[in-house]
T-cell receptor, first 111, second 113 residues
Framework: SQQGEEDPQALSIQEGENATMNCSYK?????LQWYRQNSGRGLVHLIL?????REKHSGRLRVTLDTSKKSSSLLITASRAADTASYFC???????????FGKGTSLLVTP | DAGVIQSPRHEVTEMGQEVTLRCKPI?????LFWYRQTMMRGLELLIY????????DSGMPEDRFSAKMPNASFSTLKIQPSEPRDSAVYFC???????????FGPGTRLTVT
């Protein structure tokens, strides 16, 4: 069953701009992960944030987690054309092993 | 490491035929996951294994679907008989367990006509 739901479904920006994607979920989690999928490829892990963390950085990526609102955001700063992809959030079941993926945000970065 | 390996990359078959998808996880990963991705339903977890044992197969849509993991380095997902609505991209992923990132294979694009 889908738990993470991304917003917006699609986002179009120009190179150099920041891109923000949001994810909402319904039940308690141990961690939340963000993945990227380029067209025709498998998913690639970007970042994992645990339920006791509020913010995490990795290069140009910044992820926040608000467990009280059951929401997370992914910020990509200074976007590049190569960032064009679909971005998914994934939450773990209470067992911590299976992941539930949202339907993703499709990001288009134009030069 | 070569990453998660899936074969075939593309499969086109006729309705009613048996389809077998294959996956080799990353060495040392104890967990293996099978997902299906469609435009309508997104990415769905079908089944996952821990140490070659199926743990949760509640996502397997019907009895036509079956999955096995005879050893730590090989898993199969079989559809028999296949139907057009099974057309999707099937991904295999592996990891070291809960709280760890999953590593995805390139996927198998299945088309059932």
């Amino acid at each position: 069953s889908q738990q993470g739901e991304e917003d917006p479904q699609a986002l179009s920006i120009q190179e150099g701009e920041n891109a923000t994607m949001n994810c909402s979920y319904k039940t308690s989690i141990n961690n939340l992960q963000w993945y990227r999928q380029n067209s025709g490829r498998g998913l690639v892990h970007l970042i994992l944030i645990r339920s006791n963390e509020r913010e995490k950085h990795s290069g140009r990526l910044r992820v926040t987690l608000d467990t009280s609102k059951k929401s997370s955001s992914l910020l990509i700063t200074a976007s590049r054309a190569a960032d064009t992809a679909s971005y998914f959030c994934a939450t773990d079941e209470n067992s911590g092993y299976a992941l539930n993926f949202g339907k993703g945000t499709s990001l288009l970065v134009t030069p | 490491d070569a990453g998660v390996i899936q074969s075939p990359r593309h499969e086109v078959t006729e309705m009613g035929q048996e389809v077998t998808l294959r996956c080799k996880p990353i060495s040392g990963h104890d967990y293996l996951f099978w997902y299906r991705q469609t435009m309508m339903r997104g990415l769905e977890l079908l089944i996952y294994f821990n140490n070659n044992v199926p743990i949760d197969d509640s996502g397997m849509p019907e009895d036509r679907f079956s999955a096995k993991m005879p050893n730590a380095s090989f898993s199969t997902l079989k559809i028999q008989p296949s139907e057009p609505r099974d057309s999707a991209v099937y991904f295999c992923a592996s990891n070291r367990g809960g709280g760890h990132e999953q590593y995805f294979g390139p996927g198998t694009r299945l088309t059932v006509t």
